[in-house]
Structures are given as C-alpha cells and as structure tokens.
C-alpha cells in the first residue's frame, strides 16, 4: 500500500490563481480530512468527509472547496488564492472503526 | 469548542535523558487523547494514544498519562535517543464519527548526543 499520496509536493500560486490539491488513499478508508499547518502551529481542519459523496466543513472552511466522487480521492480546491492561504496542506484518512489517522506528506504552498 | 494547549515550544535534552510533554483541554467531553510525532517534511505519524477509561499506557519508551478531572495529558520519553528529534503535537477528540483532531501547536524536542 502506498497509504495516503498527495500532489504536488510544492506550489507557488500569484494572488487570485486557482488550483487542485489531489489526495489519494489506497486503503480504502472511508473518511477523509483537509488539515492546514501554519509556521508554529497545529494543524487545522479545513474539510472532512465521511465517505462518498459526502462532505462537511471543519474550523477554516472559508476560500476553499472539495469534492469526494470516490473512496480512493479528496482533492482540495483554491479558487482564489490568497496570503493567506499560504501554508503547508496535509490529507489524513481513517478508518469508522479506527482513530488513529494517516497522514500524508504534504503540499507547501506558497500564495505571492 | 474544544481548545488544546501544549507546552514547552521547545526541549532540548541530553541524550539518555528523560522529555516529558504536557497538554490541557477544555472540552470535558473529549475522550479520545493521540500523540503525533512529525519529522521534517513529512506528515504527522501517531506514535501513541489514550482514551479516557484509561490513567496511563505504555509502549516501550513511551508513555502517556491522563487526569481527567484536571484535563491534561502528557507524553513521557525515556532514554532519549538523537532519532527521537522531531515535532511532537498532541490532539484530542470526542471519538464520534468524523469528528476532528483538535490538535496543539507543537513541540519541538532536540536530542543532542
């Protein structure tokens, strides 16, 4: 198993462009999560999902969207990017059954 | 909502020493307490967890203790090793399903031989 993929490692975007986060898990675990880790701080929940089809907004939902059309794939979507958004992105997956979560290893994104 | 406080930033320790962590929580009705371990550049790996039914729990140099009348919890390492450096954040949750890690901001442990 690769466990939980995430591309692109690194990203500059200027202000106002739009871009895809992809995650990808092959365990097949039904929920997924969107974290954000700014320097110093733990990480945030931006989305989560529950399984297919199914998605809901965690603490810092504002300027970003998702999708889940499959158990495998979360991707993550900047519509207008902004400073603020600059940070490092983690994708987490787990179990119904479980807690403990897999991480993934990240996208920095740097918004300029 | 829940709120999760973690001290120090930073340790720095000799190795072979003891490092021990600790965290508060606000929300009583959190009974779910992981520790993540995070090396650079990659993402957050769980190193150990505990529930609230439970005071303490061990698993070879590691441990993590748990008031649940004070809420705080701490992560204990014993006989430190230079492999131990790293980012250590704690989270807490109320294990229900798709509930959130709240997690603290981090510590950053140095272990110098």
């Known amino acids: 198993n690769a466990g939980v993929t995430q591309t692109p490692k690194f990203r500059i975007l200027k202000i106002g462009q739009s871009m895809t986060l992809q995650c990808t898990q092959d365990?097949?675990?039904?929920?997924m999560y969107w974290y954000r880790q700014d320097p110093g701080m733990g990480l945030k929940l931006i989305y989560y999902s529950v399984g297919a089809g199914i998605t809901d907004k965690g603490e810092v939902p504002n300027g970003y969207n998702v999708s889940r059309s499959t158990t495998e794939d979360f991707p993550l979507r900047l519509e207008l990017a902004a400073p603020s958004q600059t940070s490092v992105y983690f994708c987490?997956?787990?179990?119904?059954?479980?807690?403990?979560?897999?991480f993934g290893p990240g996208t920095r994104l740097t918004v300029t | 909502g829940e709120n999760v406080e973690q001290h120090p930033s930073t340790l720095s320790v000799q190795e072979g020493d003891s490092a021990v962590i600790k965290c508060t929580y606000s929300?009583?009705?959190?009974?779910?307490f992981p520790w993540y371990k995070q090396e650079l550049g990659k993402g957050p790996q769980l190193i150990i967890d505990i529930r609230s039914n439970v005071g303490e729990k061990k698993d070879q140099r590691i441990a993590v203790t748990l008031n649940k009348t004070a809420k705080h919890f701490s992560l204990h390492i014993t006989e430190t090793q230079p492999e131990d450096s790293a980012v250590y954040f704690c989270a807490a949750s109320k294990e229900q399903a798709g509930t959130a890690l709240i997690f603290g901001k981090g510590t950053t442990l140095s272990v110098s031989s």
């Open positions: 929300d009583s009705a959190s009974n779910y």
């Open positions: 365990m097949n675990h039904n929920y």
């Open positions: 987490a997956s787990t179990l119904p059954s479980s807690d403990e979560q897999y």
